[in-house]
């Protein structure tokens, strides 16, 4: 599984990770493992997970953290979660 994250800011990437894993673990804990990852590379806390969040991820493999994800405040506008390959 790989999965994309990026933080973008007034639609402007500012960086960005793609975390591999192929281990036998279940999706879910990749996808749990994968972003917490990416947060610590980033330096950030790990984003709460809303419904808008769920829902967004279970319809298209892809969602956005912002501001009210997150229990620190953030220097851009959002971070997102995109499954690039399964």
């Not at 402007?12 to 749990?32: P, Q, S, W, Y």
């Not at 709460?48 to 298209?60: C, T």
Request: hydrophobic share 40%.
């Amino acid at each position: 599984m790989r999965i994309w994250f990026k933080e973008w800011e007034d639609s402007h990437m500012l960086r960005d990770l793609v975390v591999c894993d192929d281990g036998e673990d279940t999706r879910t804990h990749k996808i749990f493992q994968a972003l917490e990852q990416a947060c610590n590379t980033f330096d950030l806390s790990v984003p709460i997970w809303l419904d808008v969040n769920i829902n967004e991820f279970k319809r298209h493999a892809k969602t956005r953290f912002t501001a009210d994800n997150f229990v620190d405040g953030i220097e851009f506008d959002y971070l997102e979660m995109q499954v690039i390959e399964e």
